[in-house]
Nanobody
Framework: QVQLVESGGGLVQPGGSLRLSCVAS????????MNWFRQAPGKQRELVAA???????NYAESVKGRFTISRDNAKNTVYLQMNSLKSEDTAVYFC???????????????WGQGTQVTVSS
């Protein structure tokens, strides 16, 4: 019924940039908050950035000043612009969206499948 599909991951050198995208599709009535998480090998999944339906943003301390989250409500898409990348940013990045479906009257979280970001020289 609903799909969240991430793209834009890849291999980049330290100091480089990547832009991740996540598109939500399906029987969506509305989208509330949208988030980016990441999970490095052997570590717990952590919240990287969040954006509300009104555009308010929040960031993990480790990425403040380097990452920017944004969204295009007309396209049901959330972006993560990542600059000045470091080796410790290497992880699988997941998007999550709080959605209300046309067939339901509740807000639920939906996850994408993840996209790998590797920062290495």
């Amino acid at each position: 019924q609903v799909q969240l599909v991430e793209s834009g991951g890849g291999l980049v050198q330290p100091g480089g940039s990547l832009r991740l995208s996540c598109v939500a599709s399906g029987s969506i009535a509305s989208i509330n908050g949208m988030n980016w998480f990441r999970q490095a090998p052997g570590k717990q999944r952590e919240l990287v950035a969040a954006i509300s339906s009104g555009g308010t943003t929040n960031y993990a301390e480790s990425v403040k000043g380097r990452f920017t989250i944004s969204r295009d409500n007309a396209k049901n898409t959330v972006y993560l612009q990542m600059n000045s990348l470091k080796s410790e940013d290497t992880a699988v990045y997941f998007c999550r969206a709080a959605l209300t479906l046309t067939t339901q009257d509740v807000v639920r979280f939906y996850w994408g499948q993840g996209t790998q970001v590797t920062v290495s020289s």
